[in-house]
């Protein structure tokens, strides 16, 4: 199974979490993969089984989030003709389907407990039996299994079995998130970059400018390595003159000045026994805008406009370029008003 996306970095915390990745590889044993949505948990999971002696194996991914809770069962491990309504035939399950090679669980934490418990024994027994079946099917699978979730809590909760856990967990592979990992923005956003560049077959990388390479670097990245692919891709493929460095970042691409409204609030209900509406919700639950003194207009407005502007630049670690984007303002427009109160080389 070849695939687009690579292992791209430099930062310690990503090449520290590869290198770990790399050295249970070789051990045949089950390891958990631990990260935030876009970080390459099936990346990871790729590697271990690449680098594995299962290499020539089947690599069978299945998203355990994807299916319904009926169907999870059967899908991980199979059914017989006539097993449930709609089985009309015989039907081997994910299990056997890797049988030799790894089976990769992704969105682990939404199995059920149902499940969970059939995948105890599949992993402790390396026997699986079909849905409808009376007798075992003995595999030989190893698992990689992945999730966003922190599993001990939800032992913890009632949402996990301790027992599972405890098999899965001979190795946990936590993949630091993008905004952690030092210095690879700019790396990874010159790689997705050039790849867009060559699919538009402009005649060479222009690169990033100046405030696009400084938004690219201060953004929070929620999203991790696949919004920041999204992103840039669409930067270049937005940019007009490939002969200049693409120096325009769009980062929400639902944000549209046409974007349609949000849903009209539904009216209180009315009060039992009468017409008036019941009363409204209790002061500390709705958002008070702070309050100053307007005895004189214009300084109210001032002292108004510098408190803004001082969160903001707390908020923003002090980064004027961030600063500007988060209150919706030019660079230049931040500036002006940044000496007009005297903050200008506020640096916290």
Same mark, same amino acid.
């Given at each position: 199974?070849?695939?687009?996306?690579?292992?791209?970095?430099?930062?310690?915390?990503?090449?520290?979490?590869?290198?770990?990745?790399?050295?249970?590889?070789?051990?045949?044993?089950?390891?958990?993969?631990?990260?935030?949505?876009?970080?390459?948990?099936?990346?990871?999971?790729?590697?271990?089984?690449?680098?594995?002696?299962?290499?020539?194996?089947?690599?069978?991914?299945?998203?355990?989030?994807?299916?319904?809770?009926?169907?999870?069962?059967?899908?991980?491990?199979?059914?017989?003709?006539?097993?449930?309504?709609?089985?009309?035939?015989?039907?081997?399950?994910?299990?056997?389907?890797?049988?030799?090679?790894?089976?990769?669980?992704?969105?682990?934490?939404?199995?059920?407990?149902?499940?969970?418990?059939?995948?105890?024994?599949?992993?402790?027994?390396?026997?699986?039996?079909?849905?409808?079946?009376?007798?075992?099917?003995?595999?030989?699978?190893?698992?990689?299994?992945?999730?966003?979730?922190?599993?001990?809590?939800?032992?913890?909760?009632?949402?996990?079995?301790?027992?599972?856990?405890?098999?899965?967990?001979?190795?946990?592979?936590?993949?630091?998130?993008?905004?952690?990992?030092?210095?690879?923005?700019?790396?990874?956003?010159?790689?997705?970059?050039?790849?867009?560049?060559?699919?538009?077959?402009?005649?060479?990388?222009?690169?990033?400018?100046?405030?696009?390479?400084?938004?690219?670097?201060?953004?929070?990245?929620?999203?991790?390595?696949?919004?920041?692919?999204?992103?840039?891709?669409?930067?270049?493929?937005?940019?007009?003159?490939?002969?200049?460095?693409?120096?325009?970042?769009?980062?929400?691409?639902?944000?549209? $000045?046409?974007? =349609? @409204? *949000?849903? #009209? %609030?539904? !009216? &209180?209900?009315?009060?039992?026994?009468?017409?008036?509406? +019941? $009363?409204?919700? =209790? @002061? *500390?639950? #709705? %958002?008070? !805008? &702070?309050?100053?003194?307007?005895?004189?207009?214009?300084? +109210?407005?001032?002292?108004?406009?510098?408190?803004?502007?001082?969160?903001?630049?707390?908020?923003?670690?002090?980064?004027?370029? +961030?600063?500007?984007?988060?209150?919706?303002?030019?660079?230049?427009?931040?500036?002006?008003?940044?000496?007009?109160?005297?903050?200008?080389?506020?640096?916290?």
């Amino acid at each position: 199974m070849e695939r687009e996306a690579q292992f791209i970095g430099q930062s310690l915390a990503f090449l520290d979490s590869v290198e770990r990745a790399s050295r249970a590889a070789a051990l045949n044993r089950p390891v958990l993969v631990i990260g935030e949505r876009g970080t390459g948990k099936e990346l990871v999971a790729e590697r271990l089984h690449r680098l594995s002696p299962r290499w020539d194996g089947p690599l069978v991914i299945m998203n355990c989030a994807a299916l319904p809770e009926t169907l999870i069962e059967a899908e991980l491990f199979g059914h017989e003709a006539g097993a449930f309504t709609g089985a009309t035939k015989a039907r081997a399950g994910r299990f056997e389907e890797s049988d030799g090679g790894t089976l990769f669980l992704d969105e682990l934490a939404t199995l059920s407990m149902g499940a969970q418990e059939r995948l105890l024994r599949a992993v402790e027994y390396g026997e699986v039996t079909r849905i409808g079946a009376s007798r075992p099917v003995r595999v030989d699978v190893r698992i990689v299994a992945a999730t966003n979730e922190h599993l001990p809590d939800l032992v913890d909760k009632g949402r996990f079995r301790a027992d599972l856990l405890d098999r899965l967990c001979f190795e946990v592979i936590t993949l630091p998130p993008l905004r952690a990992r030092e210095g690879d923005v700019p790396v990874l956003a010159d790689h997705f970059g050039r790849r867009m560049a060559a699919e538009l077959d402009w005649p060479y990388w222009p690169g990033f400018g100046p405030q696009a390479a400084e938004a690219l670097a201060t953004h929070d990245w929620p999203g991790n390595v696949r919004e920041l692919r999204n992103v840039v891709e669409r930067a270049v493929y937005r940019w007009e003159d490939p002969e200049r460095p693409i120096d325009a970042i769009q980062f929400d691409p639902f944000d549209s $000045p046409w974007r =349609p @409204a *949000a849903s #009209r %609030p539904v !009216a &209180p209900p009315r009060a039992e026994g009468g017409d008036a509406p +019941a $009363p409204p919700a =209790p @002061a *500390a639950a #709705r %958002p008070t !805008a &702070p309050t100053v003194s307007c005895e004189d207009f214009r300084a +109210a407005v001032l002292t108004y406009e510098k408190g803004l502007l001082e969160d903001a630049l707390k908020r923003c670690r002090f980064n004027q370029r +961030a600063t500007a984007a988060a209150l919706k303002l030019s660079y230049d427009q931040l500036r002006h008003a940044l000496r007009r109160h005297d903050l200008l080389d506020r640096q916290g």
